[in-house]
């Protein structure tokens, strides 16, 4: 498959155009895409590919550089084009047109205004015509939009992909999702979806939680951090300090580090990088100053250490606090 081929294929599966899919991924200008769609450029190059990505994770690295093997990676939730759908990717796109039709009617901003089709498409990172098209059968939603609605209007995956439990937490109601009361506002920080790949976008956090407009969370007598974000998976589990465990659905609190000479080794940050945010224990490397080690407290379950080049971190934050959100039932 030719570069031509893997754009054109990329702007049908998103449903941008050349212009908007440029801005969305943070091209300065639109010709470089105009010039693969002519032919003027053969190849994708790897800095392309990794603007791409940290927008729309879902696509594979290979075929992005290769036009091998498949389009996209093989992520539970991953949809594919309206042409052939399959029983999953048809509800979920239901589903999907469901909660939004519901966010829209029901759901308020800070400023009590209805959401519209255009500031929820805004929000999760699609053209309005996306939701216009998954609302018509003609086309089916993909991963990103879904983890990106997860996180802006707190839907539950589990629902989306699977229609079981509830959509929304148990407290919102007709009124919509209630905005936070009597809280501090100086302890009201952005949070997002540590899994959400938009988090890795170029320039780091900042802008990613410009970005998206991020909602508000607090975390009440912790101080000092810039942003929240919720963890994923084990890897971060310590069982020689049971109170420095990071677990699944964590709220982990963040301060950006703007230092790029001085790092604190032994401590923990979250990471943004083409893949997403990860979350390690921060050593040095042996390969030299151009790699950092990554380390999981989680060894036990088999999460050992990795190298990571340090040209592929677009911004750093430490860990400074966790909040634990335990569910029994």
């Not at 791409?52 to 093997?69: A, P």
């Not at 519901?102 to 500031?119: L, P």
């Not at 993909?142 to 996180?151: A, N, Y």
Request: glycine letters at 6%; hydrophobic letters at 40%; a negative charge.
């Amino acid at each position: 498959m030719s570069a031509q081929e893997i754009i054109d294929a990329i702007l049908k599966h998103t449903g941008f155009n050349a212009k908007s899919f440029s801005e969305r991924i943070g091209l300065e200008r639109a010709q470089a895409i105009y010039d693969i769609q002519k032919g003027k450029t053969k190849n994708i190059s790897p800095q392309m590919a990794n603007k791409i990505l940290s927008v729309f994770s879902e696509f594979s690295k290979s075929w992005l550089l290769s036009g091998e093997g498949p389009m996209l990676k093989e992520e539970p939730g991953t949809l594919f084009p309206a042409e052939e759908p399959t029983v999953e990717a048809t509800a979920i796109s239901q589903r999907f047109i469901e909660i939004v039709d519901y966010i829209k009617d029901n759901v308020r901003d800070q400023d009590n205004a209805k959401q519209s089709y255009a500031t929820i498409a805004e929000n999760i990172g699609v053209p309005v015509s996306l939701i216009n098209k998954v609302k018509e059968g003609k086309a089916n939603v993909t991963f990103s939009p879904i983890k990106r609605l997860c996180s802006v209007y707190q839907v539950s995956r589990d629902w989306l992909e699977d229609g079981v439990g509830r959509p929304l937490p148990e407290s919102a109601d007709q009124d919509g999702v209630p905005m936070l009361t009597n809280v501090d506002t100086d302890s009201l920080k952005p949070h997002f979806e540590a899994s959400a790949a938009f988090c890795g976008m170029p320039g780091g956090f900042a802008i990613a939680i410009e970005e998206y407009k991020c909602k508000k969370y607090s975390i009440p007598n912790l101080k000092g951090h810039d942003f929240t974000l919720i963890a994923s998976g084990r890897s971060m589990i310590n069982r020689n300090i049971p109170e420095k465990s990071i677990f699944n659905n964590d709220v982990v609190a963040c301060k950006l580090w703007k230092s790029r000479s001085y790092l604190r080794w032994g401590e923990v940050y979250a990471l943004a990088t083409p893949d997403g945010i990860i979350i390690k224990k921060v050593m040095q490397s042996d390969l030299g100053t151009q790699y950092i080690q990554c380390v999981s407290f989680n060894v036990e379950e088999g999460y050992m250490p990795f190298d990571l080049p340090v040209e592929e971190i677009q911004d750093w934050a430490i860990v400074i606090g966790v909040a634990h959100i335990n569910k029994w039932n």
